[in-house]
């Protein structure tokens, strides 16, 4: 046959298309093969589009699915559409545009990048949030959940951006400012629709020591999200009025430490408590802490700041008045708004008092010490024995809790309680771009949910989108503008829509029926499919979208659609891509083709070499994965991603390893090409000796080596690496020692190993190897351990312990011949040659030293 090179690019363009018009990929549902469902966390369709960080996570599970296939399961694997949020809004705005336009256009663009890479999807299941057939079942389920008391409304301090005029989630909000407008964020009281959660908190909690498939780290995230911790509440009555502060405290041993009330500054009782010549200093401090993110004033780096109120409460215990504080680090969102502030033995505490120059009470005193408060420099957090606690002196502060705890409740002045950092979901969002909720206001009726004979609600399309003032969807009189479906009368539909979040929490279910017309779920295709086997994603999700998911799923088993209480089985949090970025003093961040032998290609100055950290477009390090197609090919760069590092590691972009994975992929070609003359019709394995013995252990070692690396552990880059041993022992096979069909073995197991990783050259060499009917048809090659267990061994011979030469023996060799053959080596010889050898140690398997006089 004519030697051909490895032309990358008409290869994958017409695997492709095979695999296209053929449906390769196309799922049914049900059968009698075990079911895997693996998925990605789908991308949202921004106009940046890919780099190539997104390949990684979604080869490796496409490498994940193609062996799945080949090892007899009936896979899914799908893709969609996170379609609905800011950025659409925002786009629409900077270039005149509706939101859906500019989503549906990069939807279309970034299919045809995912195409491009070679993945099995099944695409015939792909589907986009911001289908009205999606925001349909969404607002049912809505529907069901307020049926159930597990959707409710209520007024909240939310994070509001005056500017854009929405509600902000705490991670949008960056050093007080709007991460869109970056004008100041306040918090404002709004009336907002939120998810019960809380209901599932203890199941949430518990149900993480079952999930043995998740990440320890995520799972340690989440209960500290969770936050669920056993105390006290306790009332401390205000000085001069009817009114009591509760709080909730881990620590009833400290109580009669605690020397002032930290309470947080938007605590309910701030209105009643504040002094007239304290209420201008007290206004100006909230206004300072409303523009604060939440998530800074929990941070142990933010500088602790209060206020005195001029209000003092009264500790329980000892009746002494401690001033009330109002403090930047105390929040509504955690325990009761209100903390008692111990600082003997809280370092939070102590510094706060120590900045403000308040009491000091040291009532637990560790063994063998003695603190004073007047010249301690931290808090002591540890275990003592309490004093200063008048019937309690003595105690171990580990007894007190109880003893503590439950004189409060036998004097009515606490109770033990249990306490949880998590807080119910609010879904509100006063924007356009997201799936409407469904509720009618009227003046007679109050709140009415929209008929599900009325579903979806669909967004209006001629909608201006400026955003200032607010939703448009608030100014849209035609949307708003609704008869009540109770009575008739004129009423006003709901404005906002659903944080997008809610989207992503439910959508691997709808993968299961996509098409399905008759509700949310096909019971029968949700249940076979559910849960999904293998979820991939960033972990930057931990405490979000995955805490969302398995309350969705909970919800959604409960409302009878699904009988999965957990959403993934097992869940790999892929690294990212980081790259070394480069910048010029004269024109700043350069992208990589815009430097040249280490100078900017603009103005020539030599570019400065900055971090290597995560890809990104601000900082102009990021790779195009079209261009590297272009230059090497889809395979290239799946085996890149893949070969570089582990898929849950950090991968280190640099040019040089692509070059390696191109090299070694015409390596391929060319070990199938120049030896199909001698392998394409090769007799069956006969008796193996010598070097073919070897080619065929190593072949079937092999086999073993990547099965156990792809299987569940995910190690891929070893995986690669072995088959790239293999190859290298077909390259070592000296000329006219081939057995033909030992080596056709050796180079169809190279090509079926790789096929999951690198398929369009591996489906074109299974071709010219002569089969037909696609690779993964052909299924994943299995092992033979008598072809492992090898005749001869490759052994040592030292000369006092340094390395003279190698011999390959019978594996079964005794000490007397295997000496013989030693001392008669060639390259021992001129190194004993005249010299009294001593003895000669034979250590079985593994090496000869031969020790001379001399």
């Known amino acids: ?201 203890d199941e949430l909690l518990n149900e993480t020591e079952n999930l043995k498939g998740w990440p320890e780290k995520v799972l340690a995230m989440q209960r500290n999200w969770i936050g669920k911790s056993y105390g006290c509440e306790i009332d ?57 993110n939440k998530l800074d004033r929990t941070s142990g780096e933010l500088e602790k700041k209060g206020v005195f109120t001029g209000a003092y409460c009264l500790n329980p215990l000892t009746g002494q008045e401690i001033p009330v504080f109002l403090a930047n680090f105390v929040l509504m969102d955690y325990g009761t708004g209100a903390v008692m502030a111990v600082p003997a033995h809280d370092q939070r505490d102590f510094e706060f008092a120590q900045k403000y120059q308040l009491d000091i009470q040291v009532v637990i005193q560790p063994e063998g010490a003695s603190l004073d408060p007047q010249t301690m420099q931290t808090a002591m957090t540890g275990t003592g024995v309490l004093v200063n606690s008048g019937d309690f002196n003595g105690i171990s502060n580990e007894d007190a809790k109880e003893r503590i705890a439950s004189y409060l409740d036998a004097e009515q002045l606490g109770c033990k309680s249990i306490n949880y950092r998590l807080r119910d979901w609010g879904v509100s969002r006063q924007r356009y771009w997201g799936t409407p909720i469904p509720i009618i206001y009227c003046d007679s009726c109050g709140t009415v949910p929209v008929p599900e004979k009325d579903l979806p609600v669909k967004l209006p399309m001629d909608v201006e989108i400026t955003g200032e003032g607010g939703s448009p969807l608030a100014r849209h009189q035609e949307f708003l503008t609704v008869a ?26 709808r993968y299961a029926s996509p098409e399905y017309d008759q509700a949310p779920l096909d019971a029968d295709a949700a249940n076979y499919w559910l849960p999904v086997d293998q979820y991939i994603g960033g972990i930057e999700h931990a405490v979000m979208h995955l805490l969302y998911a398995r309350f969705f799923t909970k919800v959604l088993r409960d409302l009878g659609m699904v009988k999965a209480s957990e959403p993934f089985t097992n869940l790999l949090t892929q690294g990212m891509v980081c790259m070394e970025s480069q910048r010029c003093s004269e024109h700043g961040w350069l992208y990589p083709e815009e430097v040249r032998d280490g100078k900017c290609v603009t103005c020539g100055r030599a570019a400065e070499l900055g971090r290597t950290e995560k890809m990104s477009k601000s900082k102009k390090n990021v790779v ?99 088959v790239m041993e293999l190859v290298n022992v077909i390259y070592g096979l000296k000329k006219g020692q081939e057995q033909p069909a030992v080596l056709r073995e050796a180079i169809e197991t190279v090509v079926r190993l790789l096929a999951p990783f690198v398929p369009h050259i591996c489906e074109e060499l299974w071709q010219r190897l002569g089969h037909e009917g696609g690779i993964e048809r052909q299924g994943w090659p299995s092992w033979d351990e008598a072809a492992m267990v090898k005749s001869e061994i490759e052994m040592v011979v030292q000369v006092n312990g340094k390395l003279r030469s190698k011999v390959k023996v019978a594996i079964d060799i005794d000490n007397a011949e295997l000496e013989k053959i030693a001392l008669a080596e060639p390259n021992v010889a001129r190194f004993i040659e005249g010299k009294q050898i001593r003895k000669v140690i034979c250590v079985a398997g593994r090496l000869v030293n031969i020790v001379v006089a001399g």
């Open 1 to 201: 046959m004519t030697k051909e090179h490895y032309n990358f690019d008409t290869i994958e363009k017409k695997w492709q298309d095979y695999w296209l018009t053929n449906k390769t990929f196309k799922t049914e549902d049900f059968g009698d093969k075990p079911k895997y469902y693996a998925l990605d966390m789908f991308p949202y369709p921004s106009g940046a589009g890919l780099h190539v960080g997104h390949p990684e996570g979604y080869t490796a599970t496409d490498i994940i699915c193609r062996y799945k296939r080949m090892r007899g399961f009936n896979v899914l694997h799908p893709m969609g559409w996170d379609a609905f949020g800011m950025p659409a809004e925002n786009a629409a705005i900077e270039n005149g545009t509706h939101p859906g336009k500019w989503t549906y256009e990069n939807i279309e663009s970034m299919r045809v990048q995912l195409k491009r890479i070679g993945l099995s999807y099944d695409w015939s299941r792909e589907f986009a949030t911001c289908d009205s057939d999606y925001s349909h079942w969404e607002q049912l389920i809505f529907l069901r959940m307020l049926e159930k008391n597990l959707a409710y409304k209520k007024t909240s301090n939310v994070n509001w951006c005056n500017d854009c005029q929405t509600v902000l989630a705490n991670e949008q909000v960056e050093d007080g400012c709007c991460w869109r407008c970056n004008n100041p964020v306040e918090q404002k009281e709004l009336d907002q629709w939120f998810f019960r959660i809380t209901e599932y908190a």
């Open 236 to 292: 401390f009555s205000v000085k001069g009025s009817a009114a009591k502060i509760k709080v909730f405290t881990t620590r009833p041993d400290t109580l009669y430490g605690a020397t002032f009330m930290s309470l947080a500054p938007e605590h309910p009782l701030v209105g009643t408590l504040v002094s007239a010549e304290q209420r201008a200093e007290v206004e100006l401090f909230c206004a300072e802490v409303s523009r604060q």
């Open 484 to 509: 009540c479906p109770c009575c008739g009368a004129p009423a006003r539909r709901e404005s906002d829509t659903f944080d997008t979040f809610v989207e992503s929490s439910w959508y691997f279910a």
């Open 624 to 722: 195009d994965p079209n261009a590297l197609i272009e230059r090497y090919g889809a395979d290239t760069a799946r085996l890149f991603s893949l070969f570089a590092a582990p898929p849950e590691k950090d991968l280190e972009w640099n040019e040089q390893g692509v070059e390696g994975c191109y090299r070694f992929l015409n390596r391929v070609w060319r070990a199938v090409h120049d030896n199909l003359g001698l392998i394409e019709s090769s007799p069956e394995v006969a008796s193996l000796t010598g070097t073919t013995s070897d080619l065929r252990c190593k072949t079937h070692e092999t086999i073993k080596k990547v099965s156990a690396d792809v299987d569940g552990r995910f190690h891929f880059n070893t995986a690669i690496a072995s």
